[in-house]
């Protein structure tokens, strides 16, 4: 027997499919021109968020498409400096540690790790009917040092 959540679940993925399924033959539909077909090759650019409402012209996409292409590039390079700034960063951060400290971390990093590739395989497991359990949290005690 379902339970309640659960077929609230699935009720709400349904309408979720039946919505993006909505928007890709309404796509369909309009058809492609020579600077929407080149934009859609490069699978990088595409309309921002609602444009695709705005019953813009194919000139108007070409454009926006233009602009996407010049700042692509910049704003790949800003990534790239922001994931070295991280990183750097949280090589500073963990030399603080002890060396007791950077293995315990290693090993709390290990256990997140295999906890997030055991959940992934469980969700892909687990039947969309099925009902979701919520486990309590667990309660933390702060360490005594005599």
Not at 132 to 137: G, L, Q
Request: net charge positive; aromatic share 2%.
């Amino acid at each position: 027997m379902q339970t309640k959540f659960g077929m609230t679940g699935m009720r709400c993925a349904l309408c979720a499919m039946l919505m993006a399924g909505s928007l890709l033959i309404a796509q369909d539909k309009k058809g492609d021109t020579k600077g929407t077909a080149a934009a859609a090759q490069k699978g990088k650019s595409r309309l921002p968020s609602n444009f695709g409402k705005l019953n813009l012209a194919d000139d108007q996409k070409t454009k926006i498409y233009s602009i996407q292409a010049t700042f692509d590039p910049k704003i790949d390079e800003l990534e790239a400096q922001l994931k070295v700034l991280k990183d750097k960063e949280q090589a500073e951060v963990e030399a603080v540690l002890t060396p007791e400290q950077s293995k315990q971390l290693a090993t709390l990093k290990a256990e997140a790790k295999k906890k997030k590739a055991d959940d992934a395989k469980a969700a892909k497991a687990k039947p969309a009917d099925a009902p979701v359990t919520v486990e309590p949290a667990k309660k933390v005690t702060p360490e005594k040092k005599p």
